[in-house]
């Protein structure tokens, strides 16, 4: 029994459908505080660090430049969002071209503290993935605090992503 890439990545497509809904019926929750005087003080913030992420990370698989930013304020979800999803596309994208005995080959990583990293492509997708769906509940836990309802259900068992 294993996990597969796609599914996680349906799930985690499923979870940012229902944040970008929402975020259009509650643009005022970009603000919200989520670490105050922390790196990712408000929830965009929070959200522009986990799409910048996976951009970096897609960047470092392909030996790219690193980009510092997004560009964005993390104050408008829609923009923010289009951004993710057009990373998201690549990410797919150069899943599919990804050869299985390449995905398997460790590679180094510088990551933005400095440190040197030996991982696997597929080891660093995964984490894009599992990094974006701890940040999610830090959404969550932000939005609750405000008095304010998350959208839907977050739970993988529910889910239609899995079988």
Request: negative net charge; aromatic residues 8%.
């Amino acid at each position: 029994m294993h996990l597969e890439f796609d599914e996680l990545v349906r799930y985690t497509n499923e979870e940012r459908d229902k944040w970008r809904a929402w975020f259009g019926n509650h643009p005022e929750a970009m603000e919200l505080e989520v670490q105050p005087g922390a790196r990712f003080a408000t929830v965009g913030a929070l959200i522009d660090h986990i799409f910048l992420v996976e951009r970096r990370h897609l960047q470092r698989l392909r030996g790219a430049r690193l980009d510092d930013r997004t560009g964005l304020s993390g104050r408008h979800a829609p923009p923010l969002f289009d951004y993710g999803a057009s990373v998201r596309r690549e990410i797919e994208q150069f899943v599919v071209d990804l050869e299985p005995d390449d995905a398997e080959t460790p590679r180094r990583f510088t990551l933005q503290s400095g440190a040197e990293l030996a991982a696997t492509p597929r080891k660093l997708l995964f984490h894009c993935l599992v990094h974006e769906i701890r940040h999610w509940a830090q959404v969550s836990l932000a939005v609750r605090r405000a008095g304010l309802e998350p959208p839907g259900n977050h739970d993988l068992l529910l889910s239609r992503a899995l079988k």
